[in-house]
Each structure stands twice: as C-alpha cells, then as structure tokens.
C-alpha cells in the first residue's frame, strides 16, 4: 500500500525522517500514527523507528534529549516539536511482565517489529508513504481484528499491560479480538497483577469511554481480567454484564462520566465509591466529582423529586449526572436538572449577600460554631427561596437565628 498524500502531522516530521535516512540509514513512522492515518482517525504522536543507534542519532541533530536512552530512545527537537527516534531492537528477560532485562540494537526493522503487542501496531511507512506490513496488519485493519504479533502468551508475559490494551483497542476501535489472543488473554488473565494499578487504570478508562465499552466491559469479564484488579470480585461479575447492557450503542464521553456511571452500576454508596476511587489511585478532583456525581443519582434514584439543596450540593457536576442518567434511563430528560440547576438562586456559598466577617462587623455574632451554623441555615434558606439573598434581610434572619440560640 501507498499513501499518496501524507497528512500535516508525518509533513512536519518528514525533515527528520530524511535527514536520517540521507546519513545512510532506515528510519520509519511507526506504531499508533501509522494505524490511526488509516483508519482517518487524529494523529497524536508520530514516533521513528531507525536503524540508527542513538549516539548516531545524537550526531546528525543538534538538539536532542535522552527520554529513554536505555531503551533506545531519544528525542529530537525541531522547531518546537519533539519527534521519539527509537532504535530498532529486540528485548529479553521480563522479570517484571513490564519492562525488559536486556534490550539489544539491532539494524533488523523486521527484528524490531516482530517484538511489538499487536499486528495493528506493527505497521511502518516510509518517507514516500509506503506501508510495510509485514505481520498482515492491513489485512487486520480490513477486517477489525485486534491480533497479537506471533504468539499472544509470550506478548503477554513481556507486557502484561497488554491484556489491558487489546480490550481497550476492542472498545475504542470497535474491533474484535482474534481467538486465539482472546485464550490467551483468559489464559494469562493473572499476570494482570504484576502491573501497577496507575497503568491498569489508564487502559481502563479509555476502554469505558470507548465507542464499543460494551463490548470492553464484556470482554473483560469474559476473560476473568476483572479478578485482578482492586475491589471488584467473582461477585461483581455480573454488575459488569450488567453495566455492558446498559451502555449498548451509547459512548461515555469523559473520565468523571465513565468512572460515575461505573459505580452507579456497582451499587457502591458514598463511603464505598470514595475507597473505590482512592484504591484504583484517582487524584482527588476525579474523586470528588464522581462521588458527589454517585451521592445526587442515588438520591435520584430513591425519589420522584430532589431538592434545590441537592442540586446546589452537586454543583456544576450536573453535566455528569445528566450524561450517566441518560445512560441508564431510558426516559431520562436532562432539561429538567439543567433549568432547576440554573434557576437557583446562588450556585456558590460565594454568591450569598453576606460574609461572616460582615455578620461580625454588624456586632450579630462573635468568630466560632455559631457564626458557621448561621451561615449555613442562611445558604440553605436562600437556595430553598424561603429568604431573599439580600443583605440586610440575612442581617435580620441571623439576628433572629442568634436570638433562637439564646433561649
């Protein structure tokens, strides 16, 4: 195959590419680029792969940096942009199921293809766009097939990250994984402990937000890669078929929204859903979205009717109760949260007309507990409309809350 018209991203590469290959090397695009210019999809980061050793690489550019030399990797800089030039090699010894023990340069683009985790990423392409495949990745590509290159088991115990990946590809590519590599993957399923929990999560979140999650999460559990991985166990199985039936055709379109609707599905309540985040190393703002996101569902859920205290609780996160909602229930109108959100009187505790500095200058209140208890019933009173935001008659009710405290 030949790509007549390379797309701007491989143009903008192309000087380095030719600069290597002109010094009398092989130097390729390689990888994910390679795949997602055919499948018409964004190209993100476009990697070279050479038979130039890195200190050879080093000496054709002036500015260069070592990201990963040991392994064969060095980063070229050209006007502004960074290119990853990866010798080819080949990898041995992987105590780890990570990373290897020994990476040997080789002058073999065949050599250093035959190592990589499926056929659809072992395509290369030249300067003038011809595709090397050398693995039936096309063929592939045509019929939507997440393949291993040679024998999945022995891909799996390199990296078994890879596990992770094919499911992940199968969801977001809408591709099927080959039967034999689906085995394998059941097969190797507890290596998946081997891996760091951070990376597991990675390939998991792209693979709930996957235009084919369903057939990601059914995966997943088909294969048994769900025992592995922190807080969900042989009785969470079904919840993830579960989980699959409900998403059917419909994408979740970011992380807060693919991790809430995840533990909707769970059933997990407050105090759960926060150790379940924490345990698969989520940063606190995710945390917090999803488990107040989780908190206004379940009430949702439990009731015909919330109240404007619950939908200021959640905040500008009503974006992703709407999207899990309109997921789970077929009915769901999100106009409705969406006009009572935006018809609340103050959406931050910093639009009420009065501070507690201000309730002490009045002389009302001195600083401690009752100051904070009085703000609070102001907030509630005014979100439920029962009392103007207006200054002078917060002034007023705080005064009438002081003399209530009293008595």
């Known amino acids: 195959m030949h790509i007549e018209s390379l797309p701007s991203e491989f143009q903008k590469a192309l000087p380095i590419l030719t600069t290597i290959v002109e010094a009398g090397y092989e130097a390729y695009f390689v990888?994910?680029?390679?795949?997602?210019?055919?499948?018409?999809?964004?190209?993100?980061?476009?990697?070279?792969?050479?038979?130039?050793?890195?200190?050879?690489?080093?000496?054709?550019?002036?500015?260069?940096?070592?990201?990963?030399?040991?392994?064969?990797?060095?980063?070229?800089?050209?006007?502004?942009?960074?290119?990853?030039?990866?010798?080819?090699?080949?990898?041995?010894?992987?105590?780890?199921?990570?990373?290897?023990?020994?990476?040997?340069?080789?002058?073999?683009?065949?050599?250093?293809?035959?190592?990589?985790?499926?056929?659809?990423?072992?395509?290369?392409?030249n300067k003038t766009g011809e595709i090397i495949d050398l693995f039936d990745g096309l063929l592939d590509l045509d019929k939507k097939v997440i393949k291993a290159v040679g024998n999945p088991s022995e891909r799996f115990h390199e990296d078994a990250l890879r596990m992770m990946r094919a499911i992940r590809f199968s969801a977001q590519l809408d591709f099927v994984i080959e039967d034999k590599t689906l085995l394998a993957i059941n097969k190797e399923a507890p290596l998946l402990e081997k891996i760091a929990i951070e990376r597991i999560n990675v390939e998991f979140t792209k693979m709930l937000m996957g235009q084919a999650a369903a057939k990601g999460l059914f995966a997943f559990t088909k294969t048994g890669l769900y025992k592995y991985v922190p807080n969900i166990n042989i009785e969470r199985e079904l919840d993830l078929v579960a989980a699959g039936l409900a998403l059917k055709h419909k994408q979740l379109m970011t992380p807060a929204v693919a991790w809430t609707f995840l533990i909707v599905q769970l059933g997990l309540d407050d105090k759960r859903a926060k150790l379940?985040?924490?345990?698969?190393?989520?940063?606190?703002?995710?945390?917090?979205?999803?488990?107040?996101?989780?908190?206004?569902?379940?009430?949702?859920?439990?009731?015909?009717?919330?109240?404007?205290?619950?939908?200021?609780?959640?905040?500008?996160?009503?974006?992703?109760?709407?999207?899990?909602?309109?997921?789970?229930?077929?009915?769901?109108?999100?106009?409705?949260?969406?006009?009572?959100?935006?018809?609340?009187?103050?959406?931050?505790?910093?639009?009420?007309?009065?501070?507690?500095?201000?309730?002490?200058?009045?002389?009302?209140?001195?600083?401690?507990?009752?100051?904070?208890?009085?703000?609070?019933?102001?907030?509630?009173?005014?979100?439920?409309?029962?009392?103007?935001?207006?200054?002078?008659?917060?002034?007023?009710?705080?005064?009438?809350?002081?003399?209530?405290?009293?008595?």
Do not use: C
């Not at 959100?341 to 309730?359: N, Q, V």
């Open 31 to 125: 990888g994910g680029s390679v795949r997602d210019m055919l499948l018409g999809k964004a190209i993100h980061d476009v990697d070279i792969a050479t038979s130039a050793y890195p200190s050879e690489i080093k000496a054709l550019f002036e500015k260069t940096v070592d990201t990963g030399i040991e392994h064969g990797t060095v980063m070229v800089l050209d006007h502004g942009a960074g290119y990853e030039i990866t010798t080819f090699r080949t990898e041995s010894g992987y105590t780890d199921y990570r990373r290897p023990d020994e990476v040997i340069f080789v002058r073999d683009l065949r050599e250093d293809l035959k190592r990589r985790d499926f056929t659809i990423n072992a395509l290369a392409m």
């Open 276 to 407: 379940f985040l924490k345990q698969w190393k989520h940063g606190n703002d995710l945390i917090n979205m999803v488990t107040s996101a989780n908190h206004f569902i379940r009430l949702y859920k439990r009731q015909t009717m919330v109240t404007n205290w619950d939908l200021y609780q959640l905040g500008n996160n009503v974006a992703i109760v709407n999207a899990v909602l309109a997921v789970i229930m077929e009915d769901f109108d999100e106009n409705e949260l969406n006009k009572r959100y935006d018809m609340l009187t103050i959406k931050t505790k910093r639009e009420l007309a009065i501070t507690g500095a201000a309730l002490i200058k009045s002389g009302v209140v001195k600083p401690g507990p009752l100051m904070g208890k009085i703000l609070l019933q102001l907030e509630q009173a005014v979100v439920a409309k029962t009392l103007d935001n207006n200054a002078a008659k917060l002034l007023a009710q705080a005064q009438v809350i002081v003399e209530g405290e009293s008595k």
